[in-house]
């Protein structure tokens, strides 16, 4: 998974260098003569994932980068390649400060005939009018989650949309299926789990499903033994992260990068419950704006209400995918219809797995295009294989932005 986020440009560079530590930022830019150059800039986490989006910009007459959520912060290149339009040409050109460097490229496929995923907006359409389909039937919460389990899009969670932070999204953009929370006490399986980051908080988006057609209050106004118990398990999973012995076992199973396991823990729990017709006029309610407002205030900090009706597939959780926790790590289940690969996937193709069982569960994905994901999935296992074996010696590694 692209670790600059589902919205950074095709095109930028992010590099390595021959060690093994790296991860700068390499951006197209033009020199204080107008001319064509490339600036490698430090990879710090309050840039990584702003390259190329609005919150970032070019500080006026300056190199530097500044960030207008920050005022004053600024990141200037450590390195810029005069007369370099791209980096196909930068191991050749003249540099300030620094030798001509040797460049090892890893590209996208941007063959413009290998098979694409459909289309986000013909994907909203069907996925959309299948869940209404599937609300319609009454259907059990197994169902539910069976669905949603292939449509990791429609979850919240995963980009920072729910808590605080978890803007760098989470790692492998993958939600975990039924992960178990083993540890001090007793055992806990949400149905859904995400892990987000940001630059100081691992932020866990614990989520809980129930059948739909169940009700938050009863007739008189009170709420339901159903809802009651469902709201419970939050306060089961709350009080888990208590245990210092359980945040220790969470970091060890579900931070797979070790520099992150230092990071404050601060999970979120959210409760997707009943239907949104339970609160709107004409729903046999006499007040059902006070019951809302009633509902609302149940919850409890870090606590978050949604009906099944508010789910809809998120753009910036299109390229994810589900997976299974085991006693061996984690394991494909599935991935979203939408799923691409790039230069960034052979951590994951290695970490992972064969993906064959989740491309033949997975849905809405064409035959020709499996058969691409697989290849392509073989194909950055076995570069990252390579660089992780025989790494160069000296140099620098580029791994190009861009879905295949």
């Known amino acids: 998974m692209n670790a600059l986020g589902a919205d950074a440009p095709s095109g930028v560079e992010v590099i390595e260098d021959g060690q093994g530590f790296g991860g700068h930022v390499v951006v197209e830019a033009h020199d204080h ?17 702003r390259i190329g989006c609005p919150a970032t910009r070019w500080c006026p007459n300056s190199p530097q980068l500044c960030c207008p959520t920050w005022p004053g912060y600024r990141v200037t290149p450590m390195v ?16 300030l400060g620094a030798e001509p460097a040797n460049i090892w490229p890893l ?44 449509h990791p899009a429609m979850i919240p969670g995963g980009s920072g949309d729910v808590g605080p932070g978890g803007h760098h999204r989470s790692e492998m953009g993958a939600v975990f299926r039924r992960p ?18 940001s630059t100081s908080l691992i932020t866990p988006i614990l989520v809980e499903i129930e059948k739909p057609s169940k009700r938050w209050f009863r007739a008189n106004g009170r709420p339901t033994a159903e809802f009651r118990e469902a709201h419970d398990q939050l306060n089961d999973w709350r009080a888990w992260f208590t245990y210092d012995e359980n945040k220790s076992l969470f970091r060890k199973q579900y931070l797979f990068e070790e520099c992150y396991r230092d990071r404050v823990l601060e999970p979120q ?28 205030t149940q919850r409890a900090a870090n606590e978050q209400f949604m009906t099944f009706d ?25 991935f979203s219809p939408m799923y691409a690969t790039d230069a960034f996937t052979g951590p994951d193709a290695i970490r992972l797995g064969d993906p064959t069982e989740a491309l033949d569960r997975s849905v809405m994905i064409s035959k020709e295009r499996r058969k691409y994901i697989a290849a392509r999935w073989a194909y950055w296992l076995d570069v990252e294989t390579r660089i992780r074996d025989s790494p160069p010696s000296s140099g620098l590694r580029t791994r190009r932005t861009g879905l295949e």
């Open 33 to 49: 003569e107008g001319k064509p150059c490339l600036r490698v800039y430090p990879r710090l986490s309050l840039l990584w994932p």
């Open 310 to 334: 508010s789910l809809a597939p998120r753009y910036d959780h299109a390229n994810s995918m589900t997976l299974t926790m085991t006693s061996d790590g984690p394991r494909l289940f599935a």
């Open 180 to 197: 178990k929370l083993d540890g001090a006490g007793r055992t806990f399986e949400p149905d859904f789990m995400w892990v987000t980051r």
């Open 269 to 296: 729990f959210v409760l997707i419950y009943g239907r949104q017709s339970e609160f709107a006029l004409g729903g046999h309610r006499r007040h059902p704006d006070e019951l809302r407002r009633k509902r609302d």
């Open 80 to 95: 810029s390649y005069r007369h370099c339009a791209s980096t196909a040409t930068l191991g050749s050109m003249s540099t």
């Open 107 to 150: 590209l996208p496929d941007d063959d413009p005939d290998r098979p694409r995923p459909i289309a986000w907006s013909t994907y909203c359409d069907r996925v959309v009018s299948q869940w209404d389909a599937l609300l319609a039937t009454d259907p059990e919460e197994h169902e539910v989650q069976a669905f949603l389990e292939l």
